[in-house]
């Protein structure tokens, strides 16, 4: 079972660039959320989905759009990228419920230059 | 504001137990997760408390005293694979999941 993969998992983008990142999970779970990680800070969530048509702001959305045609793809995208927004991202799912675990994919460093 | 408090890093020795606290002020509370997270890789459930007490899993346990805002994951019987980040995260009354920035653990032979 693949579980949750993301694409690229890497990527060097040039600022001003538009680019996005691929999220695909194959558990049929509702939820899907997309984080960015960095050094000395919690994961923090940048847009979710709690079922397919659906999708909410998190606490740093700005700079970021999410669409969720299907249960399985979440993609994330950055219409113009700034350095600000070179991070390690996490894509996450969950079952049904707001208290199930979430797991995570491999994740995708993005650098902006 | 919602905040999660936790070491930025503890060493331990291998076999030894450590202790990882954790404290947190959300709005609202729907449950605690502990996550661990390996160098380079994605975090990983470990546990989930959302009653007050001990919930034990094998080596690793979780505690959660919701009246003082704190949990602790313990882990005893260190082993070098237990060498990861460990990420503390409150689900509040948005049912969103805040997160602390993660303890280091640095086990040593």
């Given amino acids: ?113 | 504001g919602q905040n999660i408090d936790q070491p930025t890093e503890m060493t331990a020795t291998e076999g030894a137990i450590v202790q990882i606290n954790c404290t947190y002020q959300t709005s609202g509370f729907n449950g605690l997760f502990w996550y661990q997270q390996h160098a380079g890789e994605a975090p990983t459930f470990l546990s989930y408390n959302v009653l007050d007490g001990l919930e034990e899993k094998g080596r690793f346990s979780s505690f959660l005293s919701r009246s003082k805002g704190y949990s602790y994951l313990l882990l005893k019987e260190l082993q070098m694979k237990d060498s990861a980040s460990y990420l503390c995260a409150v689900m509040d009354s948005n049912y969103q999941l805040i997160w602390g920035a993660g303890t280091k653990l640095i086990i040593k032979p």
């Fill in chain 1, 1 to 113: 079972t693949a579980g949750i993969t993301q694409a690229p998992t890497s990527q060097i983008l040039a600022a001003g660039r538009s680019m996005t990142l691929r999220c695909t999970q194959d558990m049929r779970h509702n939820a899907m959320y997309w984080y960015r990680q960095d050094l000395g800070l919690g994961l923090r969530l940048i847009h979710y989905s709690n079922t397919a048509g659906t999708t909410g702001k998190g606490e740093v959305p700005d700079g970021y759009s999410v669409s969720r045609a299907n249960t399985d793809d979440f993609p994330l995208t950055l219409a113009s990228a700034v350095p600000s927004q070179t991070s390690v991202y996490f894509c996450a799912s969950s079952d049904s419920g707001a208290l199930a675990e979430q797991f995570f994919g491999p994740g995708t460093r993005l650098t902006v230059l």
